[in-house]
Nanobody, 114 residues
Framework: QVELVESGGGLVQPGGSLTLSCAAS????????VNWYRQAPGKEREWIAL???????KVADSMKGRFTIVRDIANNLVDLQMNSLKPEDTAVYYC????????WGRGTQVTVSS
């Protein structure tokens, strides 16, 4: 079973940028789908973006133009590039891998605040 570890979270000011990384214990190319989600306090988990093992990507309409998902095959990473961050982007960000099973990482906290 693949293991996932998210990193790159932290405190950022409104309007700033962050890049989160999802590191996989096996080749990213072998995982059919890798997703990024987030969960804000008191809210349901929200889907952000995905990348297929073909390289095709999709981003939630509400985040297009600000968030980009990028696959780094050489380093077994799936990055989430976030720009123009807003306080409402504050959440714990998770990646998951969808293959024969669904595997989740433990998440990384992103706080957008001045």
């Amino acid at each position: 079973q693949v293991e996932l570890v998210e990193s790159g979270g932290g405190l950022v000011q409104p309007g700033g940028s962050l890049t989160l990384s999802c590191a996989a214990s096996e080749s990213i190319s072998s995982i059919p789908i890798v997703n990024w989600y987030r969960q804000a306090p008191g809210k349901e988990r929200e889907w952000i973006a995905l990348v297929y093992n073909s390289g095709l990507t999709k981003v939630a309409d509400s985040m297009k133009g600000r968030f980009t998902i990028v696959r780094d095959i050489a380093n077994n990473l799936v990055d989430l590039q976030m720009n123009s961050l807003k306080p409402e982007d504050t959440a714990v960000y998770y990646c998951n891998a969808v293959s024969r099973q669904i595997t989740w990482g433990r998440g990384t906290q992103v706080t957008v605040s001045s």
